[in-house]
Structures are given as structure tokens and as C-alpha cells.
């Protein structure tokens, strides 16, 4: 059961598949339309897996907080650090994907 908290909404997220169920959220905030999310160092390493992966784990968190906290765009860290996937570098807030793969 979706107990309302952000920590509940990524485990809920992590029910549907590709998503880390062992991720943590260290920090959570909305500050003029972005949600700023720290996560445990299980994501970043979720992430390490493959573009593909990448893109599906990224749109699954990027989208289901944008449409469940009614923002436009979502920043995440891991462990208090911008990530780079080597792919991509996540230093910028995301905007909603039409498009996860």
C-alpha cells in the first residue's frame, strides 16, 4: 500500500520493474516548480547498467514525481552528488519524457 510519502511513492515505483527496490531517499524538496530528490548510492549504481536501463530508470523517477507532486521539472542527486552515468550527466533538472524506452 502507497502510504503518501516520497519514500512510499519510490517504492511503489520500484514494484513495476526496472527501478532499484534497495534505493533510499536522503532528501526531498520543491522549490518554484522543481522537486529536488537525494537518493542512496543504489541508484547511482542502477544507473551504471546500460543506456537503456538508464533511460527507463531516469523516465520512471522524473515522471512519477512530476505528475504526482505537480512540478515541471525534477533534480536528483546521489549521495549528495550531481551523478554522471558516463552517458550523461545529470546536473540539470529533468522535464517529463514522453518517450522512456
Not at 516520497?6 to 513495476?16: H, P, Q, Y
Not at 529536488?36 to 514525481?65: Q, R
Amino acid at each position: 500500500n502507497f502510504d503518501g510519502t516520497v519514500n512510499g511513492l519510490i517504492e511503489r515505483i520500484s514494484d513495476f520493474g526496472n527501478f532499484p527496490k534497495e534505493v533510499k531517499v536522503y532528501s526531498f524538496s520543491i522549490l518554484n516548480e522543481t522537486a529536488y530528490i537525494d537518493l542512496s548510492e543504489e541508484f547511482g549504481k542502477a544507473l551504471e547498467t546500460g543506456t537503456l536501463d538508464e533511460s527507463i530508470i531516469i523516465g520512471s523517477l522524473v515522471n512519477t514525481i512530476i505528475k504526482y507532486y505537480n512540478v515541471e521539472k525534477v533534480q536528483f542527486t546521489v549521495e549528495g552528488k550531481i551523478f554522471d552515468s558516463g552517458h550523461s550527466k545529470y546536473d540539470l533538472p529533468l522535464c517529463f519524457s514522453e518517450k522512456i524506452y
